[in-house]
């Protein structure tokens, strides 16, 4: 999957179009260009598990760090230990498929990359603190708020 980069007046604005814990960017750009009939609407439903050979949205990853960092670390853990338990807990309820155990460059899966790719959102919308220690993943007061709003998907 290519990764871009967004100048940060831009990424404003596409949190602007967001669905709060459901759109990711790509989702967001996806549904413009679905618009202007530049791409063939998609019928799957949000919070559906992927098919086995297809990527889980960096959205469900969101959702999950929010829910396990709040509910099963009160709210701060080590981000070793806390990736662990998002594998855990995704892989239990189906959402955690081949395509996503993949390994890349850096040697970790793309799921545990995409749970770091997950925390940097977070942390750009305020969810999670920027002065945490070194490799500690904490959450602000509005980062517990919106994980009690948090609704995780359905287990497959």
Same mark, same amino acid.
């Given at each position: 999957?290519?990764?871009?980069?967004?100048?940060?007046?831009? #990424?404003?604005g596409?949190?602007?179009?967001?669905?709060? #814990?459901?759109d990711?960017?790509?989702?967001?750009?996806?549904r413009?260009?679905?618009?202007? +009939?530049?791409?063939?609407?998609?019928?799957?439903?949000?919070?559906?598990?992927?098919?086995?050979? =297809?990527?889980?949205?960096?959205?469900?990853?969101?959702?999950?760090?929010?829910?396990?960092l709040?509910?099963? #670390?009160? +709210?701060?853990g080590?981000?070793?230990d806390?990736?662990? =338990?998002?594998?855990?807990?995704?892989?239990?309820?189906? #959402?955690?498929g =081949?395509?996503?155990?993949?390994?890349v460059?850096?040697?970790?899966?793309?799921?545990?990359?995409?749970?770091?790719?997950a925390?940097?959102?977070?942390?750009?919308? +305020?969810y999670?603190?920027? =002065?945490?220690?070194?490799g500690?993943?904490?959450?602000?007061?509005?980062?517990?708020?919106?994980? +009690?709003?948090?609704?995780?998907?359905?287990?497959?």
């Amino acid at each position: 999957m290519p990764t871009i980069r967004v100048d940060q007046d831009v #990424f404003e604005g596409l949190q602007q179009l967001a669905k709060p #814990f459901v759109d990711s960017p790509s989702m967001i750009i996806r549904r413009l260009l679905e618009d202007r +009939g530049l791409l063939k609407k998609t019928t799957t439903q949000k919070n559906e598990p992927p098919p086995p050979n =297809a990527l889980t949205s960096q959205s469900i990853y969101e959702k999950y760090l929010l829910a396990v960092l709040a509910k099963e #670390f009160e +709210g701060q853990g080590h981000k070793r230990d806390v990736t662990h =338990a998002i594998v855990k807990r995704m892989m239990k309820d189906g #959402f955690i498929g =081949a395509a996503d155990q993949e390994l890349v460059s850096t040697g970790e899966t793309k799921a545990e990359n995409t749970i770091t790719w997950a925390r940097n959102a977070l942390k750009q919308r +305020g969810y999670i603190n920027r =002065a945490a220690r070194r490799g500690m993943w904490e959450l602000t007061a509005e980062g517990d708020e919106a994980a +009690g709003k948090v609704v995780l998907p359905k287990p497959r």
